[in-house]
């Protein structure tokens, strides 16, 4: 395993530094002071309380958006090690990449999206952005978190370039940003940016398959025939005959994110070498992205998400809660944008310096993506029920 950094790893001592000049720790490098920040900042720490799957407070064994960003984390360290990549920069992007998740997962997201479709709608991406760069209001100096040029970059990159996406309302203030202080936008991210990308799948994959076993959604014997998950089954029973079905499930799991990272650091490196991947720049400037899962493996992932679409995200339980949720969201948004005088008093007054309707709903697009599903839910019972 790799303890240097690779020639085609960010080095925090090349930083492009940050938008606001700021006197460097003498402690940390700029990418691990940008991880401290990310995780002292309020949206951080609100992930705790917001859904996953399951909502929040449905059961304390399921994963929350908190929970979910620190085992993506913790697998982006892994993949940057061994590739010999920044760790911090990778974990950092990591913790950061769910930040401006609305409450209630997907469901409320595709909610406020359709809520906020005349004004631009809503994407949980951007909102990340917006939340590190403006919303966030922590240091007298500035507004947002000031992380580096590399940590932005790959916020809002790590799935790829952007740049076809500054058509569509929602990304204009990103674009308003780079006009500032170019992300290079049109380019992929760098190799760490890719590595937080592909944890999130990693982690999300694997971690679905234990709580919708935990939910008693599925069983392990209808896991048998599913790619990867059935493999690691078979493995671990004939390793250990008796085991009980409790550690069968956590050791198969385990077994197969060891799986899903080997591979992707044999992919990335033959990727590297047949594209001749030798700096940062040949990363961003590259035709393709860098860090993957081999052909197989995307093959066998395909069939692992097509059956957790089926037997998790769509089952009739999880759909009652999409619903409720959906509910709860459009009704305050509208209550909100009709008679914005019952937010409270900060957020009404934030409402009322704006000239415009598109201002005023972005401001109330902020209020309940903030939330948490608990306090989601305590707020629409306040505000609808006598």
């Not at 938008?19 to 720790?25: F, I, P, V």
């Amino acid at each position: 395993m790799t303890l240097t950094l690779a020639p085609f790893a960010e080095n925090a001592a090349t930083s492009k530094g940050r938008l606001y000049q700021e006197a460097e720790s003498s402690t940390r490098t700029p990418f691990a002071r940008d991880r401290d920040r990310v995780i002292h900042c309020t949206a951080f720490r609100r992930l705790k309380g917001k859904t996953q799957v399951f909502v929040a407070d449905e059961g304390d064994y399921f994963r929350t958006r908190l929970t979910h960003s620190l085992e993506v984390s913790q697998v982006a360290r892994s993949l940057a090690h061994t590739l010999g990549a920044d760790q911090d920069l990778a974990e950092t992007i990591a913790l950061s990449h769910d930040l401006g998740h609305s409450p209630f997962g997907h469901a409320g997201e595709d909610e406020l999206h359709a809520m906020m479709e005349p004004w631009g709608g809503f994407d949980h991406n951007v909102q990340t952005f917006r939340i590190v760069t403006r919303l966030e209001h922590r240091y007298p100096a500035f507004e947002g978190l000031n992380l580096t040029w590399e940590t932005l970059e790959g916020i809002i990159k790590h799935n790829g370039p952007v740049a076809h996406k500054l058509g569509k309302p929602s990304w204009k203030s990103v674009g308003d940003f780079s006009d500032v202080w170019d992300l290079r936008l049109e380019t992929y991210a760098s190799l760490e940016a890719q590595i937080a990308a592909i944890s999130d799948d990693i982690a999300y994959n694997n971690h679905d398959v234990d709580d919708g076993l935990r939910a008693g959604l599925f069983t392990l014997d209808e896991l048998r025939d599913i790619p990867l998950i059935g493999p690691a089954i078979a493995e671990v029973e004939k390793d250990w005959p008796l085991i009980d079905t409790r550690l069968l499930r956590l050791e198969a799991i385990r077994r197969v994110i060891g799986f899903m990272i080997r591979d992707v650091c044999q992919e990335t490196e033959t990727r590297l070498r047949a594209d001749g991947i030798e700096t940062a720049e040949d990363v961003r400037r590259a035709k393709r992205q860098m860090v993957q899962f081999s052909h197989a493996v995307n093959e066998d992932l395909s069939r692992l998400r097509a059956f957790l679409y089926a037997k998790m995200y769509k089952h009739f339980m999880v759909n009652r809660t999409r619903s409720q949720a959906k509910r709860v969201l459009g009704q305050m948004f509208t209550l909100f944008m009709e008679e914005p005088e019952v937010l409270p008093p900060g957020w009404f007054g934030r409402v009322c310096t704006k000239d415009t309707e598109a201002q005023r709903a972005r401001v109330v697009c902020d209020y309940i993506a903030g939330m948490t599903d608990s306090f989601a839910i305590s707020q629409h019972k306040s505000l609808f029920s006598l």
